[in-house]
């Protein structure tokens, strides 16, 4: 049987891809930033998931606004790196779980969540900004990428990314092959980028995000949008997808590691969480 | 301290609508072919895309915020800076009236500095 063994928070962001290729870890924008990753990347490494669950949003490089699915899974065994109109970035294809995929399709909509199945699926910086701070390419790990919704208004509400969530575990835990899983979401924490008020970051709104996330996920569940994007800006609504991360982990959870550095446009989080073995 | 909230705005479909022909020519770019011939002839790109005189004035301009009001999204705005040769920041501090070098005096990390 297949069972969760980690989750991840993390923000995405395409100046961390650009800052990652360039090499400028070592910047004092970026040092806090990229430091921060290295105890998950050894943890990951210790932990030897096979899978790992990517909920992430798109923009507009696998889905464009003449089709803007609410929840989509990706159903392949090799995907490759998104041009998003700057290059392409010099990182190597994604090997995909088409198996654990179909097998989550199925179980996702009778589960009565009616996914878009995609055999063909570009990742942009959603799922790679982030995928080389946790694992080293050549990836040793397969991807199954879950998108979701959060450009396009209407949005998916706090509680039924929570329940995506939960539907994904269960998901997991009925797919028959020995599977190790670390579920990831990407996204926020606080930014605005449209508009005037470009640059808008709450690093107070989301110090208290990551406590509740990890601590008290269920307070967060009747939030709506409008009071996320009011304390976090219009993209920071994107913290609906911590949501379905932390629905899927169930139980006791122990803190891995947790951090927040906002040095210039976005609030940029991260927490590693890990079933707490001894608390079940 | 808290923090005001900032402007609200919500890209519905409605919205969405409004500036769906710009907001497909600039995701188009994400093909480098579309790249190459927006780079050597704009004009002729704008004019193909089937852009009014309105939309085409909006990028030569550059006007970022208006291109916004129009329905353009955020995501596609970043696109059409990759053929611009503009950073997100770039066109982000044109959105406030500002340069890049105004903006970033306002950045955390430059407060934390100075």
């Not at chain 1, 797919?175 to 508009?195: C, K, N």
């Amino acid at each position: 049987m297949a069972r969760i063994v980690g989750g991840i928070g993390s923000s995405h962001a395409p100046s961390i891809a650009f800052a990652w290729d360039a090499g400028h870890r070592d910047r004092p924008e970026w040092k806090p930033f990229f430091d921060a990753y290295d105890p998950v990347k050894d943890w990951m490494a210790a932990l030897r998931p096979d899978t790992v669950v990517v909920i992430y949003n798109d923009h507009f490089n696998r889905f464009r606004l003449d089709t803007y699915p609410t929840f989509a899974l990706g159903c392949a065994d090799l995907m490759p790196v998104a041009d998003e109109g700057r290059g392409k970035r010099p990182l190597p294809d994604v090997p995909g779980n088409s198996d654990l995929s179909w097998h989550l399709s199925r179980s996702l909509v009778a589960d009565e969540f009616d996914i878009t199945m995609c055999q063909e699926m570009a990742l942009d910086h959603g799922v790679m900004s982030i995928l080389p701070l946790v694992t080293d390419a050549p990836w040793k790990v397969k991807v199954v990428p879950l998108a979701v919704n959060v450009i396009l208004h209407p949005l998916p509400s706090v509680r039924r990314c929570w329940k995506l969530g939960e539907a994904l575990a269960r998901g997991i835990a009925s797919f028959p092959a020995d599977e190790r899983v670390v579920v990831m979401a990407t996204g926020g924490l606080s930014h605005q980028l449209q508009g005037a008020d470009f640059g808008f970051l709450n690093p107070e709104w989301d110090e208290e995000f990551l406590d509740r996330v990890e601590k008290d996920p269920e307070s967060l569940l009747d939030m709506t949008h409008d009071e996320l994007m009011d304390r976090g800006g219009a993209e920071g609504v994107e913290v609906i997808m911590w949501l379905a991360m932390r629905g899927a982990l169930r139980g006791p959870q122990r803190r891995i590691q947790r951090n927040y550095w906002a040095p210039v446009l976005t609030g940029y989080g991260l927490l590693a969480l890990e079933p707490d073995a001894s608390g079940n | 301290m808290s923090v005001s909230p900032p402007r609200r705005i919500a890209y519905t479909g409605e919205v969405s609508r409004k500036g769906y022909r710009m907001s497909k020519f600039f995701v188009g770019l994400t093909e480098e072919a579309n790249r190459t011939v927006f780079k050597a002839d704009p004009e002729a790109a704008m004019q193909r895309a089937g852009l009014t005189e309105f939309e085409k004035g909006l990028i030569r301009e550059r006007d970022f915020l208006g291109m916004l009001d129009h329905g353009v999204a955020i995501y596609a705005l970043g696109k059409a800076g990759g053929s611009m040769g503009l950073s997100l920041m770039e066109i982000g501090a044109r959105m406030r009236g500002e340069t890049v070098e105004q903006f970033l005096a306002t950045r955390p990390l430059n407060r934390q500095q100075s």
